[in-house]
């Protein structure tokens, strides 16, 4: 079963860094397409960042320049370097994979997304 933990959120001042990571399990056998969104207080969960299983990476234009996603094949994390942090980063992240491959047991159905439940940011002024 896919299973997805966050982890590393939590509060620090405008202009600094926090990296969040997500624990996939399982994850070196599938491939699976990886992203981080947010959602703000009150807001839409939006996209922030994504990394496919041949390394392409995109990234929201609000956070280009200042996040970095990246994949820890030893540890099977998908972390997220989030760096000049401001105010309105403030949200519940979430991690998400789709299965791109085919379906099997260890990775679900072809086509599936799986979403962790979230660590908290806050970022103050």
């Known amino acids: 079963q896919v299973q997805l933990v966050e982890s590393g959120g939590g509060s620090v001042q405008a202009g600094g860094s926090l990296s969040l990571s997500c624990a996939v399990s399982?994850?070196?056998?599938?491939?699976?397409?990886m992203s981080w969104f947010r959602q703000p207080p009150g807001q839409e969960r939006e996209f922030v960042s994504g990394?496919?299983?041949?390394?392409?990476?995109n990234y929201a234009d609000s956070v280009k320049g200042r996040f970095a996603i990246s994949r820890d094949n030893a540890k099977n994390t998908i972390d997220l370097q989030m760096n000049s942090l401001k105010p309105e980063d403030t949200a519940m992240y979430y991690c998400?994979?789709?299965?791109?491959?085919?379906?099997?047991?260890?990775?679900?159905?072809?086509?599936?997304?799986?979403w962790g439940k979230g660590t908290l940011v806050t970022i103050s002024s």
């Open positions: 998400k994979a789709v299965n791109r491959g085919i379906g099997s047991r260890y990775c679900g159905p072809a086509g599936k997304d799986y």
């Open positions: 990394l496919s299983f041949d390394g392409r990476t």
């Open positions: 399982p994850y070196t056998f599938c491939r699976f397409v």
